[in-house]
C-alpha cells in the first residue's frame, strides 16, 4: 500500500478479519519467580494482594470486591476462597493452601489498620473500586519496573501464568475452566499456554498407562478347548472382559441395566446334541 497510496482507502481496519483466538500470555518462568520474590520481599498490602491473585487466578476486579470473610473453611485443614460474582456474573470457591491463607490474613492486618471504616470489603477502597484498581495497576508495574521486568506486563498475565501452571500440575480442563470461572472450554483454553514439553508428557503418560485399551483377563486360559467346550469358554472369556470394562466406566452409565449373566450349560443336553 505504500507504492500504491492511491489504493489505500479500499482496505480499512474492519476489513481485516482477526485472529480466531488471542495468545496465551503466562509468564516465563523466569519472570514468574523473580515478581514473586520481590513481592514476597515487599510485605505490604499491595504485594499481599497481588500474590493471592497470582496463586488463585482471579481478576484484578475480583480481588477488588472480595470479602472480608472470604476465606472459607471446606473441611479439616481445607480452605477455599470464595470469588464473588464477577465479569461472568458466576460466583466460585477455589481451593487454597497455607501460603495463601497466610496472605489473606495479612490483608485482613492491614484492613484492620486502615482509617476508612469497615465496609465488609477485604480491601479498602479510597474513592472508588475503579480508583481501587488503578492504584493496584500502578503498583504493579512499579514492581515490574524494579525488577527490570518489561512494565508491559499486565497484572491478567497472572491469571494466564496461574491456569498454565494448573495445567502442567495435572489438573484437568474442566477443573481449570471451574477455578477460573469460565462458562466454556473454548475460553479457558485461550489461557493455557500448551507447550512441547507438555504434549510430550502428556504422549509418554498415554503409552504407559493408556486408558482406552480394554482390560485383558487376569487369568487367561492356558489350554484352549476344541469343540463346544471351546466356544463355551470363549463365551466366559468375552463376559469376564466385558465386565472388567463395565467396572471402568463411570457407575451412572450402567446402574439403571441388570447385570447379565451367562447360563450354566445343559450337560446332558448338550451330550444329547
Given at each position: 500500500?505504500?507504492?500504491?497510496?492511491?489504493?489505500a482507502h479500499?482496505?480499512?481496519?474492519?476489513?481485516?478479519?482477526?485472529?480466531?483466538?488471542?495468545?496465551?500470555?503466562?509468564?516465563?518462568?523466569?519472570?514468574?519467580?523473580?515478581?514473586?520474590?520481590?513481592?514476597?520481599?515487599?510485605?505490604?498490602?499491595?504485594?499481599?494482594?497481588?500474590?493471592?491473585?497470582?496463586?488463585?487466578?482471579?481478576?484484578?476486579?475480583?480481588?477488588a470486591d472480595?470479602?472480608?470473610?472470604?476465606?472459607?473453611?471446606?473441611?479439616?485443614?481445607q480452605w477455599?476462597?470464595?470469588?464473588?460474582?464477577?465479569?461472568?456474573?458466576?460466583?466460585?470457591?477455589?481451593?487454597?493452601?497455607?501460603?495463601?491463607?497466610?496472605?489473606?490474613?495479612?490483608?485482613?492486618?492491614?484492613?484492620?489498620?486502615?482509617?476508612?471504616?469497615?465496609?465488609?470489603?477485604?480491601?479498602?477502597?479510597?474513592?472508588?473500586?475503579?480508583?481501587?484498581?488503578?492504584?493496584?495497576?500502578?503498583?504493579?508495574?512499579?514492581?515490574?519496573?524494579?525488577?527490570?521486568?518489561?512494565?508491559?506486563?499486565?497484572?491478567?498475565?497472572?491469571?494466564?501464568?496461574?491456569?498454565?501452571?494448573?495445567?502442567?500440575?495435572?489438573?484437568?480442563?474442566?477443573?481449570?475452566?471451574?477455578?477460573?470461572?469460565?462458562?466454556?472450554?473454548?475460553?479457558?483454553?485461550?489461557?493455557?499456554?500448551?507447550?512441547?514439553?507438555?504434549?510430550?508428557?502428556?504422549?509418554?503418560?498415554?503409552?504407559?498407562?493408556?486408558?482406552?485399551?480394554?482390560?485383558?483377563?487376569?487369568?487367561?486360559?492356558?489350554?484352549?478347548?476344541?469343540?463346544?467346550?471351546?466356544?463355551?469358554?470363549?463365551?466366559?472369556?468375552?463376559?469376564?472382559?466385558?465386565?472388567?470394562?463395565?467396572?471402568?466406566?463411570?457407575?451412572?452409565?450402567?446402574?439403571?441395566?441388570?447385570?447379565?449373566?451367562?447360563?450354566?450349560?445343559?450337560?446332558?443336553?448338550?451330550?444329547?446334541?
Amino acid at each position: 500500500m505504500e507504492q500504491l497510496p492511491e489504493l489505500a482507502h479500499l482496505i480499512r481496519p474492519g476489513d481485516i478479519p482477526r485472529l480466531p483466538q488471542r495468545l496465551p500470555r503466562p509468564l516465563t518462568a523466569q519472570q514468574d519467580q523473580l515478581l514473586q520474590q520481590e513481592l514476597i520481599r515487599r510485605n505490604d498490602l499491595g504485594s499481599n494482594a497481588f500474590l493471592l491473585i497470582r496463586h488463585t487466578g482471579m481478576r484484578i476486579g475480583e480481588c477488588a470486591d472480595l470479602g472480608y470473610d472470604c476465606l472459607r473453611s471446606t473441611g479439616p485443614d481445607q480452605w477455599a476462597i470464595h470469588v464473588p460474582l464477577g465479569k461472568l456474573k458466576t460466583e466460585r470457591m477455589v481451593p487454597v493452601d497455607s501460603f495463601v491463607c497466610e496472605h489473606v490474613h495479612r490483608l485482613r492486618f492491614f484492613r484492620f489498620l486502615d482509617p476508612l471504616p469497615a465496609d465488609g470489603k477485604l480491601l479498602a477502597r479510597p474513592l472508588t473500586k475503579e480508583a481501587l484498581v488503578r492504584q493496584l495497576r500502578d503498583y504493579f508495574h512499579q514492581a515490574c519496573h524494579s525488577i527490570g521486568l518489561s512494565t508491559r506486563i499486565v497484572p491478567h498475565q497472572l491469571r494466564h501464568t496461574y491456569a498454565t501452571e494448573m495445567l502442567r500440575s495435572g489438573v484437568g480442563l474442566a477443573a481449570v475452566m471451574k477455578l477460573l470461572g469460565h462458562t466454556s472450554a473454548d475460553m479457558t483454553m485461550r489461557y493455557i499456554d500448551v507447550a512441547l514439553s507438555d504434549l510430550q508428557r502428556e504422549h509418554q503418560l498415554a503409552r504407559s498407562q493408556p486408558r482406552h485399551l480394554i482390560p485383558q483377563p487376569k487369568t487367561p486360559l492356558a489350554v484352549r478347548r476344541s469343540g463346544i467346550d471351546g466356544v463355551i469358554d470363549s463365551l466366559r472369556t468375552t463376559q469376564h472382559v466385558l465386565e472388567m470394562f463395565r467396572r471402568e466406566l463411570p457407575k451412572r452409565c450402567f446402574s439403571h441395566l441388570p447385570r447379565p449373566a451367562l447360563q450354566p450349560v445343559n450337560q446332558d443336553h448338550r451330550r444329547s446334541g
